[in-house]
């Protein structure tokens, strides 16, 4: 695991009997980083190289490693266990990877958690052989809409990491597979990625440790794995990728909900979405603030510049009338019934202030028909997650005995209802709000800042707030 330490950025170079590409490689790399005017260390990690490479690069300055498991994707693994920075750069040894390239890198930093020296957007440019730069654009895109990620060259091991990311993100594909796993596993966290153009040579000297088969291999297996996590309703952007899904159901359900929702809460004010995951909603809602209890949605969410916060819907970090309009959609089916939900709602809100609130009806037909259709296609998905059924009736029942007023309702696909409920002008005291749960409210469980991502623990009997559909 990266220690915290004093250094700005460790390079990370997996070598492989690439003895006369370090020779030319490490004195230019020592420029560059000079150049940088940062705390920066070269990690040469060596798979058993028998040419002399380790010998060669210790005393041209590198630290070097010897490798203890194999393979490219065991390099890095190591390399980024050993590195001290708080950026870690990862590039090939064999000089395919210009080394002055590094400051384009470094700079783009800001930008992004993940920074990609990208062979395949504009402006970049791959002069390689031309059956291996077949394979690499057919593999490319294959992953890249197999795997719904807007990211074109996934197969490049030029790279800028936060080291932090690394930390937590435990790969573990053994070969050139690691690179797509990395970044599978940091969209399903919410880091944010970006490429930047770069031309690529083939290499110098030496010859290729790419075993074309095996490596393709290898390659289907780890997308058969990446799978199941990509599509994951925890990965951070599932619930953006629902909007825009290819699947014309989840598509227009997804819209569709939208639609109402943004129709009832649109102009409504300073507005609270609760449990907002990924979701286009906060986008459209222009004056919101986004909260959630998963960090890797609301990490996600920061690159479109919305206020977020962490927090359970139990036990709001808001002053009482705080906002005109709270939504809340997809979220109370997903945790236990609790007094405290309604009590919260009523008094973060002003008085006469709107709450549109959303969940499945399973009084209906349509609800009815498709949660155990859900439940046979996704066996452990959203059908067990919805641990608490709500009717219409039900459901009105409860919003005014909370002293709220039903105004409007709407259904998706006549399944999951959108209720439009008005709390009273006076702001009379709901009937049923216990003092102790008040005091939870109010008590700085979870205080997080409106703007950035509090790191705070989701509160006590918080529930996992998320978008199905
Ligand atoms: N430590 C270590 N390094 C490796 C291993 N396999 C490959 N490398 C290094 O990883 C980098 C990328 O490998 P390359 O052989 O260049 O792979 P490629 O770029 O796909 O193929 P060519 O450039 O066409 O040879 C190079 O610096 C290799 O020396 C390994 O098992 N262990
Ligand atoms: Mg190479």
Redesign the pocket.
């Known amino acids: 695991m990266p220690t915290s330490s004093t250094l700005d950025l460790t390079v990370v170079?997996?070598?492989?009997n690439?003895r006369e590409n370090v020779a030319a490689l490490l004195p230019r790399l020592d420029v560059v980083l000079e150049q940088l005017e940062c705390a920066s260390e070269v990690l040469v990690?060596?798979?058993g190289s028998h040419d002399g490479t380790a010998e060669l690069a210790r005393s041209l300055g590198a630290r070097v490693l010897l490798?203890k498991t194999?393979?490219?994707g065991g390099?890095l693994r190591e390399g980024f266990a050993a590195a001290g920075g708080e950026y870690i750069i990862t590039l090939?040894?064999?000089l395919?990877h210009d080394p002055d390239f590094i400051a384009k890198l470094w700079r783009a930093r800001s930008r992004a958690d993940v920074v990609i020296a990208s062979r395949y957007v504009k402006a970049g440019v791959a002069y390689m052989p031309l059956h291996?730069k077949l394979l690499s654009r057919v593999l490319n895109r294959f992953f890249a809409i197999g795997l719904g990620l807007p990211v074109r060259d996934l197969s490049s091991?030029f790279r800028l990491y936060r080291a932090s990311l690394l930390a937590e993100l435990d790969a573990r594909g053994r070969n050139?597979d690691v690179l797509e796993e990395i970044l599978v596993k940091a969209y399903a966290a919410g880091w944010h990625v970006v490429e930047i153009p770069f031309t690529y040579y083939?290499?110098d000297h030496g010859s290729?440790?790419?075993r074309i088969f095996r490596f393709g291999l290898a390659l289907l297996r780890a997308f058969a794995r990446l799978w199941p996590l990509r599509n994951s309703v925890d990965s951070a952007d599932y619930d953006e990728r629902a909007f825009y899904s290819k699947i014309p159901l989840q598509r227009y359900w997804q819209r569709r909900r939208h639609r109402i929702i943004t129709n009832l809460a649109r102009g409504g004010g300073r507005t609270l979405d609760i449990g907002c995951g990924s979701s286009v909603i906060l986008q459209s809602l222009n004056n919101a603030v986004g909260l959630d209890v998963q960090q890797n949605k609301l990490r996600y969410m920061r690159r479109y510049d919305v206020p977020l916060v962490r927090a359970s819907l139990t036990a709001l970090p808001f002053g009482d009338a705080t906002f005109d309009c709270v939504v809340c959609s997809q979220v109370i089916e997903h945790v236990p019934e609790d007094p405290a939900i309604f009590t919260e709602f009523v008094r973060v809100l002003r008085p006469g202030g709107l709450l549109v609130l959303g969940t499945p009806d399973y009084a209906t037909i349509g609800w009815r028909v498709i949660e155990p259709l859900y439940g046979f296609f996704a066996p452990g998905g959203y059908k067990d997650e919805h641990i608490t059924h709500y009717t219409k009736a039900s459901l009105t029942a409860r919003a005014q005995s909370y002293g709220f007023e039903l105004i409007d309702h709407a259904y998706v696909l006549r399944s999951e209802l959108v209720l439009a409920l008005r709390k009273p002008p006076r702001g009379d005291a709901p009937a049923r709000r216990p003092a102790a749960r008040r005091q939870l409210a109010d008590g700085a469980v979870n205080h997080a800042p409106v703007t950035g991502v509090a790191s705070t623990a989701p509160a006590a009997g918080a529930g996992v707030e998320r978008s199905s559909g």
């Open positions: 170079i997996p070598v492989l690439e990690v060596d798979g490798q194999p393979g490219y390099a090939d040894a064999d395919s291996r091991g050139f083939p290499r290729s440790h790419a």
